[in-house]
């Protein structure tokens, strides 16, 4: 069973970049049906998706986000990471990172329990 | 961006009731639309996709129909379990996009 887990510091100051890890389990990260993505939730924006990555290293990006965004995979780790630089207080939020299924109208069918990240001085 | 556009916001039902919810983007999407419940302090959690394909393991009495700009969540008889939040997306094109949610309250 394909599970996800998100990992990384949870309080940063304005101007730091934000660095989290997705690990993924019970299945692997080159899957040809699957895109790897990262979407956000706070309270003033609500569901914000900022991107995807495909195992062969092919990235999409939201461009509200695409100049501070980066995301990458590491097939070898079975894992997949976000980094956003110059982080401000309006980059506080609940982040997941989730797995698309190609075909099935590209849904998010599995998604990682979530981790809270803070920008604060 | 394509706009995804809940209504209501909220709503209140009793155990029992039938529960309807519309989606409506800004532009036709064909049936490129996945619904999604989320409980609080928990992640969200696929319904259906493809407008009205139910996944693997989510009871019967969720359904969704539409296409184009026009799109409907329907639970036929809402259960205890089902006082949640509820979100449509469309994955007509990038950026892939939510619409603002619809909170189910206990009546």
């Known amino acids: 069973q394909l599970q996800l887990k998100e990992s990384g510091p949870g309080l940063l100051k304005p101007s730091e970049t934000l660095s989290l890890t997705c690990s993924v389990s019970?299945?692997?990260?080159?899957?040809?049906?699957?895109?790897w993505d990262w979407i956000r939730q706070s309270p003033g924006k609500g569901l914000e998706w900022i991107g995807s990555i495909y195992y062969t290293g092919k990235t999409y990006y939201n461009s509200s986000l695409k100049s501070r965004v980066t995301i990458s995979i590491d097939t070898s780790k079975n894992h997949f990471s976000l980094n956003v630089n110059s982080v401000t207080a309006a980059d506080t939020a609940l982040y997941f990172c989730?797995?698309?299924?190609?075909?099935?109208?590209?849904?998010?069918?599995?998604w990682g329990q979530g981790t809270m990240v803070t920008v604060s001085s | 961006d394509i706009q995804m556009t809940q209504s209501p916001f909220s709503l209140s039902a009793f155990v029992g009731d039938r529960v309807t919810i519309t989606c409506r983007p800004s532009?036709?999407?064909?049936?490129?639309v996945n619904w999604y419940q989320q409980k609080p302090g928990k992640a969200p959690k696929l319904l259906i996709y493809?407008?009205?394909s139910l996944q693997s393991g989510v009871p019967s009495r969720f359904s969704g129909s539409g296409s184009g700009t026009d799109f409907t969540l329907t639970i036929s008889s809402l259960q205890p379990e089902d006082f949640a939040t509820y979100y449509c997306?469309?994955?007509?094109?990038?950026?892939?996009?939510f619409g603002q949610g619809t909170k189910v309250e206990i009546k």
């Open positions: 997306q469309q994955s007509h094109g990038a950026p892939l996009t």
């Open positions: 019970g299945g692997s990260i080159t899957s040809s049906s699957s895109y």
């Open positions: 493809g407008a009205s």
């Open positions: 532009r036709t999407i064909s049936s490129y």
């Open positions: 989730t797995r698309r299924a190609r075909g099935n109208s590209d849904s998010f069918d599995i």
